[in-house]
T-cell receptor, first 108, second 112 residues
């Protein structure tokens, strides 16, 4: 499974756009890129998934360049409730390998 | 629609005791997973079941066994608990080969 690297922590303010970048240099041809959000004492929650270019849903956008060696999760206009740990994962069947994730703190 | 349910929510064991963690999903997913999460760390895969009747080891299977009882249920058994197995255990299910998985609320296990 591909290894991912993402910043350990990020700070932002309410109303700002937050971009969290993940690098995955050894991504395989068939690998999808998936982002999860985890609040304290809860299981991770699926945010968004993509294969290439751009994917957008009601909560986030995912930008994937042509070489697919990185990806960027974009959270528009964050609020205090977006304070959480965000995980980037790449891979296919066989389960996921989570890294330590990015701890996002949104300040008022 | 309950999603993924886990029992118990909390458990304290003494070293050497055994227990089974239960997991059930009502989303008709083929795949089910067991993870553990230690403080400040990401989740690590213990075992998974790609479909009913099959199970495979994940990243950290030692000290655990699993049973895919039917399509809905996937249990995790600790035969002889050790303090190193103190962790939060999450069960998840997924519909296919893509990595969209749905997680249960977790079981917080302490082994003394």
């Amino acid at each position: 499974l591909a290894k991912t690297t993402q910043p350990i922590s990020m700070d932002s303010y309410e109303g700002q756009e937050v971009n969290i970048t993940c690098s995955h240099n050894n991504i395989a041809t068939n690998d999808y890129i998936t982002w999860y959000q985890q609040f304290p004492s809860q299981g991770p929650r699926f945010i968004i998934q993509g294969y290439k270019t751009k994917v957008t849903n009601e909560v986030a956008s995912l930008f994937i360049p042509a070489d697919r060696k990185s990806s960027t999760l974009s959270l528009p206009r964050v609020s205090l409730s977006d304070t959480a740990v965000y995980y980037c994962l790449v891979g296919l069947t066989g389960g996921m390998r989570f890294g330590a994730g990015t701890r996002l703190t949104v300040k008022p | 629609n309950a999603g993924v349910t886990q029992t118990p929510k909390f458990q304290v064991l003494k070293t050497g005791q055994s227990m089974t963690l239960q997991c059930a999903q009502d989303m008709n997913h083929n795949s089910m997973y067991w993870y553990r999460q230690d403080p400040g760390m990401g989740l690590r895969l213990i075992y998974y079941s790609a479909s009913e009747g099959t199970t495979d080891k994940g990243e950290v299977p030692n000290g655990y066994n699993v049973s895919r009882l039917n399509k809905r249920e996937f249990s995790l058994r600790l035969e002889s608990a050790a303090p190193s197995q103190t962790s939060v255990y999450f069960c998840a299910s997924g519909g296919g080969i893509r990595y969209e998985q749905y997680f249960g609320p977790g079981t917080r296990l302490t082994v003394t």
